[in-house]
């Protein structure tokens, strides 16, 4: 690769906050990653899992859950065509031969991302968010959104499908990073997003303007620091009502730790999930727990069926996949659970070439 240069004006490099780091077991899992691959508990019975989704669903509806924060991983993304990390077979961390590294997750990790980054730029052309389209498990969530529940939704993805779906900024925690922005990976000073991504799809290497090192996308490696947005909303945990985690193995340690800042035995924890994960795993389940296990998309679509969203819900994909303007209606329930005069929410035309600018 050749390697070109940013006339990128000199900053000064963000703040460290909280460093990744490679887990001392064998299985070790990239910060990244969050797909459902943990073999889990599955002495939950089916009948019993249902029994939970209404439940928590009749909670929505009766107007008890108006803070609901929501975990999601990989798993809510295999829906679009995006493949997890450790399927076997299809995994990421299964066809990365062809770029002759030493073991699988190396090509996330900073350290050897120092002395040869071409093997991570190489997949990154494949990373690039713009290929992929949102699902209608993103649609559920902005749908939250738009029913005024969401208090803010953590992903643990890097794909931008969050954002093309519509979920604001402000309502949404990168934390695993993302393509949208870059900067120089050993002091930190930004870089234009889209100039990294032309040098890059160019089998170029970009420089940074200020220290000579290698740039890249601010997608978290192993070794680097989490995002400073991860913790400036860190009272959300114990200010929800309703915390729902999604597609997830729930093995990053940081998550983990917030999860449990959720423990009022009040406060419902709802997993939908192909597998049992973290506290579900433990029988019987701790009060005020549920879940859902199986196909996540399957399964979100059942618990929007419970909430009488889901025509809603393909009202809202039908306008952003045409890109035509039409009015939503979003009903309001009040806290009796009682349905309110509908207001009507403008969508305004999708402009998909400025949406996918926003995402990288």
């Known amino acids: 690769m050749n390697r070109s240069r940013s006339s990128w004006d000199k900053k000064a490099p963000h703040p460290a906050v909280t460093r990744i780091t490679r887990s001392s077991s064998s299985q070790v899992r990239h910060p990244t990653e969050a797909q459902d691959s943990s073999s889990g508990s599955r002495s939950a019975t089916k009948s019993v899992s249902r029994r939970s989704l209404a439940s928590v669903a009749r909670l929505v509806k009766l107007g008890r859950c108006k803070n609901v924060v929501v975990v999601a991983g990989a798993g809510i993304s295999t829906a679009s065509g995006i493949p997890d990390f450790r399927t076997p077979g299809t995994g990421l961390y299964a066809n990365l031969e062809k770029y002759n590294i030493p073991y699988p997750e190396a090509i996330f990790n900073i350290d050897y991302f120092s002395n040869d980054p071409q093997p991570f730029f190489s997949l990154a052309k494949a990373l690039y968010p713009g290929s992929h389209r949102p699902n209608y498990i993103h649609y559920f969530i902005r749908m939250l959104h738009h029913k005024g529940l969401l208090l803010r939704m953590y992903t643990q993805n890097i794909d931008g ?23 120089c990976h050993l002091c930190y000073t930004p870089y234009p ?25 601010d997608v978290v490696f192993f070794g680097e620091d989490l995002p400073q947005k991860y913790f400036l909303h860190a009272e959300d945990f114990p200010k929800a009502d309703l915390l729902i985690i999604m597609g997830t ?90 349905k309110q005069t509908s207001v009507s929410l403008k969508m305004a035309s999708v402009d998909l070439t400025g949406c996918m600018r926003l995402i990288w």
Do not use: Y
């Open 161 to 183: 499908l969050e954002k093309l779906c519509g979920i604001p900024d402000d309502k949404l925690v990168e934390a695993h990073g993302s393509f949208s922005t870059a900067s």
């Open 193 to 217: 997003a889209e100039e990294a991504k032309h040098a890059i799809m160019n089998d170029n290497i970009p420089i940074c303007t200020f220290c000579a090192a290698t740039v890249k996308p």
């Open 249 to 338: 193995s729930l093995q990053v340690s940081t998550f983990f730790f917030f999860l449990k800042q959720v423990m009022r035995s009040t406060v419902p924890r709802l997993l939908l999930n192909r597998h049992a994960v973290g506290p579900f795993e433990k029988v019987p389940l701790r009060r005020g727990d549920h879940m859902e296990l199986g196909d996540l998309e399957d399964t979100v679509r059942r618990f929007a069926e419970m909430l009488g969203w889901n025509d809603e819900i393909k009202e809202l994909m039908r306008s952003q996949e045409t890109g035509v303007s039409s009015p939503l209606s979003i009903r309001k329930t009040n806290e009796k659970g009682e």
